[in-house]
């Protein structure tokens, strides 16, 4: 489909594998430079120069694939165990019917984890539920501008100029908006190079690793103003889309609890469980699949560009130098994929297929997170968290099913009072269920 003098949607996962290939000849659109979460330089997530990408790419990933000193698992395992005290203390309903907006607190979990992650200190936003450096705020109003300029060139353009940047740029020293969140990654990064023993891995984090694979202090600059922004955002719109239709169908939900409570009874779940065992769980992998179809991390964007002499996609001539935007909506909901019934969340898709069905379902839902050389780094960490969030100790149930949240949708989900009523599992289940 045409969407622009020069930009074509499409939904086809063939065609998806065909552009993102690791073999591929397609390089990314100016359209990535819209997404400088730092405007003055690129981070692996903007570049769009192919051969400095794969360079940076190659230099970070370890640090993403659980590789090094960066122990991912510790990590989520320390700020899920701060999430659980924060329900059980503050929002287990007695006679108040106290009631958690999952959606806020998930998010306070996510700039923590990926803080603490990033540069071996979380902001402590989850625990005093408070947005400590404004970063949500900053969030939620960047977005809908962001979301909106990138789409049209002319606008795009002009916005990340070296005229308009220079005139009205966000700056390290401003007291609010994107100026203050990039004056804190700064003084960060800024914080560890001046430390005396650089090469020790004293934190254990991402910042630790960049520095040994030998980034520069700038070049730590622009890829933790990225992760904060992309890992944390990401994430949280899966886990809220995966809550959401979980607790919407309760014979799904009925399921997946009995499945955990078999395998706490046979000794086969830790407290909190590992990423190794959630993976034998085939319910729980089906549940977070289903989910994350039905809800993705972004709606479209991250266009590529058609290489030189032009290509064929679906039968047509496409001429060198348009942009191809993905439909990640409508790919996830293609009933030529998923089946008929591709609108309605129903996890015993991935489980009623053979073998080689099931393995072509979950690789095109893996495509929320990019294929080939443009898979998303922290693709690692989003499953990680994923296998772990829905854990053990809570029952959750929507507060208002009429309304159960608000959803704006640009290139990606912004989403807020998303309000539930919890309460603690009784004596003879509390060791069976998922919930957080």
């Given at each position: 489909m045409r969407?622009?003098?020069?930009?074509?949607?499409?939904?086809n996962p063939e065609i998806l594998w065909h552009i993102n290939g690791v073999r591929s000849t397609y390089g990314r659109s100016n359209w990535y430079a819209s997404i400088k979460f730092d405007p003055y330089g690129h981070s692996v997530l903007s570049k769009s120069n192919t051969a400095r990408h794969d360079q940076r790419k190659a230099r970070i990933r370890g640090s993403y694939a659980r590789k090094g000193n960066v122990n991912l698992e510790q990590k989520v395992d320390s700020q899920l165990a701060i999430l659980i005290d924060v329900i059980g203390s503050k929002y287990v309903s007695k006679r108040d019917r106290a009631t958690l907006d999952f959606g806020r607190l998930i998010r306070y979990f996510q700039v923590d984890l990926v803080t603490l992650v990033g540069s071996g200190?979380?902001?402590g936003d989850l625990a005093a539920e408070t947005d400590h450096f404004d970063f949500i705020s900053i969030a939620d109003s960047f977005v809908p501008f962001l979301h909106s300029f990138m789409m049209i060139p002319l606008f795009r353009d002009f916005f990340v100029s070296d005229f308009f940047l220079g005139l009205a740029g966000p700056k390290p020293t401003d007291e609010k908006g994107m100026g203050k969140f990039l004056g804190i990654i700064k003084g960060v990064v800024e914080k560890r190079?001046?430390?005396t023993s650089k090469r020790s891995s004293?934190?254990?984090d991402m910042l630790d690793e960049w520095i040994k694979s030998g980034l520069s202090q700038r070049e730590?600059?622009?890829e933790l103003a990225a992760q904060v922004p992309a890992g944390s955002e990401t994430s949280t719109t899966a886990i809220r889309g995966i809550m959401l239709h979980l607790l919407s169908a309760p014979n799904?939900?009925?399921?997946?609890?009995e499945e955990i409570a078999t395998g706490i009874r046979q000794g086969s779940i830790s407290d909190p469980i590992t990423q190794e065992e959630a993976k034998r769980f085939p319910y729980l992998q089906a549940v977070l699949h289903e989910g994350l179809r039905m809800v993705p991390p972004a709606i479209t964007g991250f266009p590529k560009k058609v290489p030189v002499g032009g290509d064929t996609i679906g039968g047509k001539p496409i001429p060198e130098g348009t942009d191809i935007f993905v439909n990640l909506w409508s790919m996830l909901r293609n009933e030529e994929v998923f089946g008929e019934d591709a609108d309605v969340f129903r996890p015993e898709r991935f489980l009623e297929c053979d073998e080689a069905e099931k393995a072509y379902l979950i690789k095109v839902v893996d495509l929320a997170f990019g294929h080939g050389r443009w898979m998303c780094p922290g693709k690692t960490l989003a499953w990680l968290e994923l296998n772990k969030a829905f854990f053990r100790n809570f029952d959750f149930q929507i507060l208002n099913p009429e309304s159960p949240w608000r959803c704006r949708g640009y290139s990606s989900f912004l989403i807020d009072d998303f309000r539930v009523v919890v309460t603690k599992k009784s004596a003879d289940t509390h060791e069976s269920s998922s919930g957080s």
């Open positions: 969407i622009g003098p020069n930009e074509v949607l499409v939904y200190e979380p902001w190079f001046n430390e004293r934190q254990g730590c600059e622009l799904v939900y009925g399921k997946l609890q």
